[in-house]
Every structure is written in structure tokens, then in C-alpha cells.
T-cell receptor
Framework: DARVTQTPRHKVTEMGQEVTMRCQPILGHNTVFWYRQTMMQGLELLAYFRNRAPLDDSGMPKDRFSAEMPDATLATLKIQPSEPRDSAVYFC?????????????FGPGTRLTVT | QKEVEQNSGPLSVPEGAIASLNCTYSDRVSQSFFWYRQYSGKSPELIMSIYSNGDKEDGRFTAQLNKASQYVSLLIRDSQPSDSATYLCAVNKGNKLVFGAGTILRVKS
């Protein structure tokens, strides 16, 4: 059963602390996306990768957020330092990235609360 | 103008009725269109994709695409209480997907 996995599922931290979220894309998928979802803003694209190379991170606050893909089975999203306004659900999604296929499959998400 | 627009709802339909969800998009060059279902507290789940004008049916779901009018719709036949969720419309913009804000559907038993 191919699925995107994310860890941790829940994270509560204090303002100023570093937060690292991890994602394992579906085996064979070469595109990975990071989204943030809040009630006010809906689903926002933060960054995405193709074949591990970052293609677009324009949706991410550059001063505190960073996204990497150290290998084909792991993508990370870091927030340092975290702020209360970062509280949201963070989703990772992956896709096969074919020219005519933009389907994306979402992981279960990491619910982040910054106090 | 938002790139992908949906009526936020909630759309309430009785059990067994047809639910009709609509979406309009602004980018004429978009070629791929998707419907995701999101239950409260869960992640979006891909339920339909459509690439050509016309209808595409999958079980109780039918996606309709009209590129000339720039709209996509999702029909759910024989609606069930388990269909109650938020439905997100997504449209490709290059390699990315742009999501609408979603329509809340409530199916009353």
C-alpha cells in the first residue's frame, strides 16, 4: 500500500524553538511538495522539489523556513525560530511528475502548535 | 480574482440526492484538473482527475470539464452521509497545483 508518510504527526513547541518535519514520498515519485493549511489561508504551497532539486520555494518565509531533500526517500521542512503564527497543519505530497500527470498524493500531515 | 474559485458553502443535500459542486479557474492554459475530498482533521484525498472536455464518471462521482467556460464541476449521485466533507478543486499551473478554498458538503440523513 503506497503512501506518503510524515513524522511527527503532532508537535507542540515553544516560540523560538527549532521544528523539523519529515516526509517519505511514495517510492518512485520524483516530485515532492510541502503545503501549509490554516482555516484562514486554506492550503498554501510552501516549496516543491523535482528529482530532489528545489524548483520553487517562493511560498516560504525565507528567513525562518528551509526545505531540503537529502535523498530520494526523505524530504525535510525546518522552521527556526518558530513563532505562534506558524501554528498550522503541514502536509507533504508526492507525485510521479510525468509531463501529462500532475496528480499529487498527500501524507497525513504534521499538526504544529507553537505556544 | 482568485486563480481557483469555489463556493465555500456549506452545501446541504438530503441523503440520496445529487450534490453538485462547482469550480472556476482563471488560467486558460491549465490542462489538468482534480477534485480532492478532505474529511475534518484528515489530509486531502484525490478522488477524481479530468483532462479533456466533457464528462468522466467513476462510480457515484462524475467530473465535468468545460475549458471554454473555464469551469469544472463534480457531481455526486446518491449522496451518503459519509460524503460529508470539504471538496477541494485543484488546477495545474505549470508543475504546481493551485487549490481552491473548498466547498463544505453536508449530506443529511
Amino acid at each position: 500500500d503506497a503512501r506518503v508518510t510524515q513524522t511527527p504527526r503532532h508537535k507542540v513547541t515553544e516560540m523560538g524553538q527549532e521544528v523539523t518535519m519529515r516526509c517519505q514520498p511514495i517510492l518512485g515519485h520524483n516530485t515532492v511538495f510541502w503545503y501549509r493549511q490554516t482555516m484562514m489561508q486554506g492550503l498554501e504551497l510552501l516549496a516543491y522539489f523535482r528529482n530532489r532539486a528545489p524548483l520553487d520555494d517562493s511560498g516560504m518565509p525565507k528567513d525562518r523556513f528551509s526545505a531540503e531533500m537529502p535523498d530520494a526517500t526523505l524530504a525535510t521542512l525546518k522552521i527556526q525560530p518558530s513563532e505562534p503564527r506558524d501554528s498550522a497543519v503541514y502536509f507533504c505530497a508526492s507525485g510521479s511528475g510525468g509531463f501529462s500527470s500532475y496528480e499529487q498524493y498527500f501524507g497525513p500531515g504534521t499538526r504544529l502548535t507553537v505556544t | 480574482q482568485k486563480e481557483v474559485e469555489q463556493n465555500s458553502g456549506p452545501l446541504s443535500v438530503p441523503e440520496g440526492a445529487i450534490a453538485s459542486l462547482n469550480c472556476t479557474y482563471s488560467d486558460r492554459v491549465s490542462q489538468s484538473f482534480f477534485w480532492y475530498r478532505q474529511y475534518s482533521g484528515k489530509s486531502p484525498e484525490l478522488i477524481m482527475s479530468i483532462y479533456s472536455n466533457g464528462d468522466k464518471e467513476d462510480g457515484r462521482f462524475t467530473a465535468q470539464l468545460n475549458k471554454a467556460s473555464q469551469y469544472v464541476s463534480l457531481l455526486i449521485r446518491d449522496s451518503q452521509p459519509s460524503d460529508s466533507a470539504t471538496y477541494l478543486c485543484a488546477v495545474n499551473k505549470g508543475n504546481k497545483l493551485v487549490f481552491g478554498a473548498g466547498t463544505i458538503l453536508r449530506v443529511k440523513s
